[in-house]
């Protein structure tokens, strides 16, 4: 299998100092997913603390956006009366900021108020579908939507009435990037942290080299491609319509709903982000999916991201064949490798 590597410029910036300890690992499950940290231990941390740290780290974000849980603060504000005015805490007032941020930037493809549509479509709390939604309840699904109708002021947020909220396109983003801020505060300078398949690295290891992870792609056995990268100060993204979906008829329905439709995204596609923040990857990579890879390339060129898109083609034989297609930034840090 071929190689493509990527290294990031983060990686000039490296300590000098090698550090002297063993590599550890604690793994474990939580949000419906499983998580993992590696780090070399100097002495200054043991693995039960980590363990706990990231526990806690965890807990935060699940009770404050997860939408599993009735008692959450998302699920609290997205069962409030209409005019009602709910506080957000710092952990949920910060991911919506961001949220909105990048739904304006990515004019709608992100966009943290698709709950009523990710309900429909059986990828929320609710049973998964067996079958299609008539059109009309898309519509009135829809017409319960608009990221701009929601106004955030003074760590507020006040509920117009039928708006749900859902952060399943960021928080997991969100918690790789607390737990890696959580470890640094600890005195942890060199680790991986990984949450359902999002990652975010910093530092090395005892023998000089970075951390490197292969991009996550469920179609390189059909390319014969795999890209790895150094992570140092850089974490990684990756939607696709592999992790969760329904088929039906012969289609496949994915998790990641286009606003502008009201549908999930039909293209078979993955596509991975490099950006210094998970929680911006995390929510990006989702944007990117809605776009499709010719508007996805073009706003990535114009901001400076990293981004690979994997999608799956037919030829001229009719046989599917995964393509890629890589931004400036990412076709930077491979050159960066030559």
């Not at 100092?17 to 604690?26: A, N, S």
Request: aromatic content about 8%.
């Amino acid at each position: 299998m071929d190689r493509r590597i990527l290294i990031p410029p983060q990686l000039a910036g490296l300590p000098a100092r090698l550090p002297v300890g063993k590599l550890l690992e604690v793994t474990g499950n939580a949000m419906g997913t499983s998580w993992a940290v590696k780090w070399v231990d100097e002495g200054s941390v043991n693995p039960q603390k980590v363990t706990t740290l990231v526990a806690h780290a965890i807990e935060a974000v699940v009770t404050e956006m997860s939408t599993w849980q009735a008692d959450s603060c998302i699920s609290r504000f997205n069962s409030g009366l209409a005019g009602s005015s709910h506080h957000l805490p710092a952990h949920f007032s910060h991911v919506l900021e961001c949220a909105l941020e990048i739904a304006s930037d990515t004019d709608g493809a992100f966009d943290p108020t698709i709950g009523p549509l990710v309900n429909l479509w059986g990828f929320g709390p609710d049973a998964v579908r067996a079958n299609l939604p008539p059109q009309a309840l898309i519509f009135a699904a829809k017409a319960l939507c608009g990221w701009h109708r929601l106004e955030l002021k003074d760590n507020k947020i006040k509920q117009p009435g039928g708006f749900y909220l859902d952060f399943s396109g960021i928080a997991k983003g969100y918690s790789v990037d607390l737990i890696a801020a959580d470890l640094r505060d600890a005195g942890v300078n060199n680790f991986l942290v990984e949450v359902g398949g999002e990652l975010s690295g910093f530092g090395i290891k005892p023998d000089g080299q970075p951390w490197w992870v292969a991009l996550e792609n469920p179609m390189s056995s059909l390319d014969g491609v795999q890209t790895i990268a150094a992570l140092h100060g850089l974490a990684i993204a990756t939607s696709g319509d592999y992790r969760r979906y329904f088929d039906y008829e012969g289609t496949r329905y994915s998790h990641t709903i286009d606003p502008r439709t009201g549908s999930p995204v039909l293209a078979s596609c993955v596509v991975t982000v490099l950006h210094s923040s998970c929680m911006r990857a995390d929510a990006i990579a989702t944007a990117l999916m809605v776009m499709g890879v010719s508007a996805g390339l073009d706003y990535a060129a114009r901001r400076g991201i990293a981004v690979l898109f994997t999608q799956l083609e037919v030829t001229q034989l009719e046989d599917a064949k995964p393509v890629q297609y890589a931004s400036p930034a990412l076709l930077a840090m491979a050159e960066g490798a030559a």
